[in-house]
């Protein structure tokens, strides 16, 4: 059995809704989380949604309307701290593998996520598509043989690149993965000195540890996410056609 993560840790500032969970922001006739789980919910059997705590009634709510969902619950991140330590958090009481896919990240396709599902039968232990996309915002850095990511590049960061191969912001992490994310946390937060840390920076620690996977995709519609009102924009017309 695998474990559909989704970390919804967002607060909407950006697209102008203070006070409201990002994933819950209406688009179309659903919501960036209705979307997501409309694509791909019905390929799991346990979905577990990371909120913060201000926000777990409203998740816990939109669970109760949602009665096609299989068997789903809400986990709390107490603190901001970033992706990894959401994906920490959500994960600590599940014992499969497990998806992460971001709350806002409604491009998710359906058959990327069926392409991870088989990465346990395959003996892979990560699994990261890519997509090769112009000025990406966060891109990997991988070795001749594709096998390993020497490290990641962020805009949010200083880096720049003209064409590179971006994250789909979806992930497959093992079981043995899930449990090393753990110390790495720790090592990430004394070694870069931030409370905040990105899961794509453990990407390239857990890629040397673990046999991995970084299937090519090539429709750039499954890179939206909603990040800021032009991202809003283009996912409203995308999800208008």
Known sequence: MTTLLVPCGGLGTRLGQSGKAKALTPIGRSTFLGVILDKIGDLFEEIVIVSSK????????????????????????????GSLNAVNTGSKDIKNDCIVVWGDQIGVSRYTIQLLLENRSLG??????????????????????????????????????????????????????????????????????????????AIPLLSSQFNSNFPIRHDASELIAVNSLEDLRIAEEHFSE
């Open 124 to 201: 892979k232990s990560l699994g990261v598509p890519r997509i090769l996309t112009n000025n990406p915002y966060v891109w990997l850095n991988l070795s001749d043989d594709s096998e390993h990511v020497l490290s990641i590049g962020r805009r949010r960061d200083g880096d720049a690149i003209e064409r590179g191969w971006a994250d789909l912001g979806v992930f497959y992490l093992s079981t043995e993965v899930l449990e090393n994310l753990r110390s790495i946390e720790k090592q990430l937060i004394e070694t870069l000195g931030a409370r905040e840390i990105d899961l794509t920076y």
């Open 54 to 81: 201000v926000h777990e009634k409203d998740f816990l709510d939109f669970l109760k309307s949602r009665v096609d969902l299989p068997r789903s619950s809400v986990v709390v991140q107490e603190s901001p701290l």
